[in-house]
Nanobody, 124 residues
């Protein structure tokens, strides 16, 4: 079971990024995928989650309006589009799943499998 997060980098305020979470070793289209982030000195917080089918999405207040989650089950990949970035969005972004549920809330302790994270740094 592997989740590989990628697509992070250094971006200027107001810029955009698309993060990818590529899965292997399990039936990707059976399970919800969530995106979380963790800034230095802070707890991991949820951003967005998408159901196994991709029909249902959910965002935390910090994610609404700036983040768009999607998935392509033919490519075993979930995406997080981030727009109009600001310095508060600087964090390591992680994708995760529990390998049990087609839908999941954005509660970190429910996720038992995580990717390694991808660093997003917003700076001028």
């Amino acid at each position: 079971v592997q989740l590989q997060a990628s697509g992070g980098g250094l971006v200027q305020p107001g810029g955009s990024l698309r993060l990818s979470c590529t899965a292997s070793g399990f039936a990707f289209d059976y399970y919800a995928i969530g995106w979380f982030r963790q800034a230095p000195g802070k707890e991991r917080e949820g951003v967005a989650v998408i159901s196994a089918s991709g029909v249902r999405t959910d965002y935390t207040d910090s994610g609404k309006g700036r983040f768009t989650i999607s998935r392509d089950n033919t490519k075993n990949t979930a995406y997080l589009q981030i727009s109009n970035l600001n310095t508060d969005n600087t964090a390591v972004y992680y994708c995760g799943t529990d390998l049990e549920s087609a839908t999941l809330p954005l509660v970190a302790h429910l996720y038992t499998y995580w990717g390694q994270g991808t660093q997003v740094t917003v700076s001028s």
